[in-house]
C-alpha cells in the first residue's frame, strides 16, 4: 500500500466549549490513545482481534510490514497456553516452556515492532463497509483490513476442583500433556470423537485409559467406536458423570455418579483428560461470515473469508489441528494474504467528521 494512513484526513473538531458559538478548533488526528480516550474511533491499517499463538505471530508479521497492527486481545489475553503448563512440541524450546511464558514472548515480539495491544473483548462489529468497525470496552476500531484470530475454548465440566487442578492432572489436550502420563491411569470425559480419538492416543504412554461417558453409547463415528472398544488398554465406565476430581495438589482420583442411580463410586486415576467438545470464540461475527454445522468459521482461498479485506486464522476456522504451531503458521499466512490484499486496494477514508464551523486549515 502506498502512503500512510496516518496522512488521511482524519480531522477531529473539538469544542472548547468557549462562549455561545462553538469554536472549534483543527487538530491532527488523535493518537490511539486520545482516541481510545475519547471512546475512538481508533484508525488502524490493521486490526487483530485475538492474542492466541495465531492473532500474535499475525501481528509480528504485519507489524514487521509496517502496518502498525491493533491487537484486541481480549479480557483474559493469550488464548488456550495461558491454560496449559509445560509445553513441550512447541520448536525451539528443547527443554520446554510454560504456556503463560511463551505467550508472553509472543506478545513482547509483537510489541518490539510496534504492534499496539488493547486487553478488551470485542462486543461488536460492523463489516458491511470499509473501513471496518468493532467496538471494544466503548471505543470505536476502524480497520482497513481485520484478522479474526479469536480461538476457541475447550468446554469444561465447570467443576470447582477441575478449575483449581487444570494443569495439576486435569487437561483438554492429550496431543500437550499425554506425554507426561507415561506409565500411568489416566481417564477420559466425553463420547464424541474427541474423546475417543483422545483416548486411543493417550494409550501411547498411559498403562490404562479409563473413558467416562454420561450415557450408554457413545456419540462418536463407529471406526473410532470400534478401535476405543477394541483396545486392551481402554476401558469404559458407561452411565457416568464426574461429581468431583479428587487431589489436594495433583489428581489422585475422581468421584463418578451413576447418572441412573444416583449411587457414587470412586475411581482412582493420575490425570483427567476433558474432550466434551469445543466452543469457536466467533459470537460478534456470526452475523456477518460464514460459519461451518458446527460453529467454525469458514475460510476461502486460504486465509480469506467471504468478505474481502477480512482474514482468518488460528483455531477459530480450525477444528482439526488445534496446535499453537498451526496456528502461529496461519497468523503468519493470514497477515501476508492482508498485507498484499492491501496493496493491491487504496486506504477507505474514515467516516466524515462534522463540518467545522470555521474554514480548516490543512492538516500538514
Ligand atoms: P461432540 O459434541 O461430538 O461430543 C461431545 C461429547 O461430550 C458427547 O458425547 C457429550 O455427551 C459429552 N458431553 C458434553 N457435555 C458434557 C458434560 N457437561 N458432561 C459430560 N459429558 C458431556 O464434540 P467432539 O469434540 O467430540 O466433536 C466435535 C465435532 O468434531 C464432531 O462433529 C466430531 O465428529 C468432530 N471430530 C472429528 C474428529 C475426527 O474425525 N478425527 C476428531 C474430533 C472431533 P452426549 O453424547 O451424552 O451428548
Request: glycine share 10%; with cysteine; aromatic share 6%.
Amino acid at each position: 500500500m502506498t502512503g500512510s494512513l496516518s496522512g488521511l484526513p482524519g480531522i477531529s473538531i473539538i469544542d472548547d466549549g468557549a462562549g455561545d458559538a462553538a469554536v472549534a478548533s483543527v487538530r491532527r488526528p488523535a493518537s490511539p490513545e486520545a482516541a481510545e480516550a475519547n471512546g475512538g474511533p481508533v484508525e488502524a491499517k490493521v486490526v487483530i482481534v485475538g492474542s492466541g499463538p495465531a492473532g500474535l505471530t499475525a501481528a509480528i508479521y504485519a507489524a514487521r510490514a509496517n502496518l502498525e497492527p491493533v491487537v484486541l486481545a481480549g479480557y483474559v489475553p493469550g488464548g488456550q497456553l495461558m491454560i496449559t503448563s509445560d509445553v513441550e512440541n512447541y520448536p525451539g524450546f528443547p527443554g520446554g516452556v510454560q504456556g503463560p511464558e511463551l505467550m508472553s514472548l509472543f506478545r513482547e515480539q509483537a510489541a518490539r515492532f510496534g504492534t499496539r495491544l488493547v486487553d478488551v473483548d470485542v462486543d461488536r462489529v460492523d463489516l458491511s463497509s470499509r473501513p471496518f468497525r468493532l467496538w471494544a470496552a466503548g471505543v470505536e476500531y476502524r480497520a482497513q483490513a481485520l484478522i479474526v484470530a479469536s480461538g476457541a475454548s475447550a468446554l469444561w465440566l465447570g467443576l470447582e476442583s477441575e478449575t483449581r487442578l487444570r494443569g495439576k492432572g486435569v487437561s483438554a489436550c492429550a496431543t500437550c500433556d499425554g506425554f507426561f502420563f507415561r506409565g500411568k491411569k489416566v481417564a477420559v470425559v466425553g463420547g464424541g470423537d474427541t474423546a475417543l480419538e483422545e483416548a486411543t492416543f493417550l494409550t501411547r504412554f498411559a498403562s490404562e485409559v479409563v473413558l467416562i461417558h454420561r450415557r450408554g453409547d457413545f456419540r462418536a463415528s463407529k471406526i473410532m467406536r470400534d478401535r476405543a472398544l477394541a483396545h486392551p488398554q481402554i476401558s469404559v465406565r458407561w452411565h457416568s458423570a464426574i461429581e468431583e476430581v479428587e487431589g489436594d495438589q495433583v489428581v489422585t482420583g475422581l468421584t463418578l455418579r451413576d447418572t441412573r442411580t444416583g449411587k457414587l463410586t470412586d475411581e482412582a486415576v493420575d490425570g483427567l483428560f476433558v474432550a466434551i467438545g469445543y466452543r469457536p470464540n466467533t459470537e460478534v461475527f456470526r452475523d456477518w461470515l460464514e460459519v461451518d454445522e458446527r460453529g467454525y468459521l469458514v475460510v476461502r482461498d486460504e486465509t480469506g473469508s467471504r468478505i474481502e479485506g477480512v482474514f482468518i486464522a488460528g483455531d477459530v476456522h480450525d477444528h482439526r489441528y488445534r496446535q499453537a504451531v498451526t496456528a502461529a503458521g496461519d497468523g503468519c499466512r493470514a497477515a501476508i494474504d492482508a498485507e498484499r490484499w492491501l496493496e493491491t486496494v487504496e486506504p477507505v477514508t474514515p467516516v466524515a467528521a462534522p463540518a467545522p464551523a470555521v474554514a480548516a486549515p490543512s492538516v500538514a
